[in-house]
């Protein structure tokens, strides 16, 4: 099993066209004084490239932030594509996810959603959970 | 469904020399970790190297390093070979967390192998770090594998140095020749590049690198068969890398001829086993604290009965007996 004890490892992404990048450097910084290790992959990734990060890197988590309206699309394409890869990690979404969207993307594999306004102690406390649960 | 965390080092170290990246990957968290299963690893992997070429590339934050690494590992793979990269990030003295952001400048990358290193606050850490991750990439076959730290701290320096090449980014405005001459980084390099060779200085702070090149060779402190070529580059238009990577072809062809490649890595090795045993110590001497023996070596000092070098003459005799 993976050592709870040991600092946390996270990739960081935006996946596909979406330019909003404010929030993701947000959470970086809030995860990173919180003590974790947080690879930052930036903009306009694909599932491939995350996928090929979250394996070199031996993350334990991944984080996608999505403002675009295209998370019923592309979060369950990630959660597809790290199934493909044989790789049991699990994928947190952060950004704007409709309250309506939520069952939707839970159903689909999503380990955990964080909408707007939530805070950095709930943002921290998220992805421990979720870490520490796989 | 099957995951690599779970298994034992000797399973990871089978899939891993099949190239298998999740394996790779957990072998080098494990390395890094630097636990029981680091030594296994080391012992099971030091028997398989192949010889992998190690480049360091250091420069200060800001200089471009990433990108120039990124660039060239991509005109590696496309020209045949198999590169690694260790991209090495500080840690937060205050909360051990890290922002690793190398990637990003290397979001073009295919096929190489690219692993983020934190550089963790604890003494010696990545001075055990580096060497193991390097034993990982060259026994699964990874060549070259290119070692990126931003230049400040002995062992950051220390690691950087103990490359086969080392490659030294500096950029316009730098400093002038004085800067040049200060001791550091500038005199392990074994090649320069200068970057960003579009904006304003950049062929000063080239003539300054020849100046004290000039200067090194005078005092003899260069050795007379190679002089460390300067290299202009500028990422934005793509431009002078590989000439950066046909100069480290011929460092490396002129290590070889000299005998030069054998001295360097049994250097190498050497450091580890330097950076291994201080760690043993330290750690023997943290745990000598919570002992009797040393609270009253500490009392005796503090009260004048012997002095500080007398106690640690007797604090060592502790420690080796």
Redesign the interface.
């Known amino acids: ?2 050592d709870k004890t ?2 946390i ?1 996270i990739v960081l992404a935006k996946l596909g066209l979406d330019g909003h990048d404010r929030g993701i450097k947000v959470v ?2 809030m ?12 903009l ?2 694909t599932t491939d ?1 995350i996928v ?2 979250v ?4 993350a334990d988590v991944v984080g996608l932030s999505m403002h675009n309206a295209g998370h019923l699309t592309l979060a369950p394409a990630m959660v597809e594509a790290l ?1 493909q890869g ?3 990690v699990p994928l947190i979404v952060g950004g704007i996810v409709p309250d309506a969207d939520v069952e939707a993307l839970e159903q689909a594999g999503v380990a955990a959603i964080l909408g707007p306004g939530a805070s950095a102690e709930e943002v921290v406390a998220t992805v421990r959970s979720v870490v520490s649960e796989a | 469904m099957t995951s690599v965390r779970n298994l034992p080092v000797d399973a990871l170290v089978e899939l891993a020399l099949t190239d298998d990246r999740r394996a790779v990957g957990r072998l080098l968290t494990l390395v890094e970790r630097n636990g029981p299963e680091a030594t296994e690893c080391a012992m099971m992997l030091h028997a398989h190297g192949t010889g992998s070429h190690v480049i360091g590339i250091t420069g200060a934050p800001g200089a471009g390093k990433s990108t120039l690494v990124g660039e060239m590992v991509q005109q590696m793979v496309d020209g045949g070979s198999h590169p690694a990269v260790l991209a090495v990030d500080p840690s937060s003295p205050l909360t051990g967390g890290a922002i690793l952001g190398d990637r990003v400048r290397m979001a073009g990358v295919t096929e190489a192998f690219i692993r983020s290193v934190a550089t963790r606050g604890h003494a010696g850490g990545l001075a055990l770090a580096i060497p193991g991750a390097v034993r990982v990439f060259d026994a699964v076959g990874y060549n070259p594998v290119v070692i990126e730290t931003v230049g400040v701290g002995q062992v950051e320096v220390d690691v950087t140095a103990a490359a086969d090449t080392t490659v030294v980014v500096v950029t316009p405005g730098m400093g002038d020749a004085v800067q040049a001459n200060k001791a550091g980084l500038l005199e392990v390099a074994d090649i320069f590049v200068v970057n960003k060779a579009d904006r304003p200085g950049a062929s000063d702070a080239r003539r300054d690198l020849e100046l004290m090149l000039d200067l090194s060779h005078m005092t003899g402190q260069e050795d007379a068969s190679y002089r460390p070529p300067i290299l202009m580059t500028n990422s934005l238009e793509g431009e002078g890398h590989s000439a950066v990577i046909d100069a480290i072809e011929t460092h490396r062809r002129h290590l070889v001829d000299t005998g030069q490649l054998a001295k360097r890595r049994r250097r190498r090795i050497e450091f580890e086993i330097e950076s291994r045993l201080s760690t043993v110590f330290e750690q023997r001497m943290i745990e000598l604290k919570t002992d009797q023996r040393w609270v009253d070596i500490v009392d005796t000092t503090t009260a004048g009965t012997i002095a500080p070098p007398a106690a640690s003459q007797q604090v060592a005799n502790l420690l080796l007996h």
């Open positions: 099993m993976t040991e600092q490892r970086a910084r995860l990173r004084d919180a003590g974790m290790e947080v690879i930052y992959l930036g306009r990734q490239s090929a990060a394996e070199q890197e031996d199934r044989d790789i049991d």
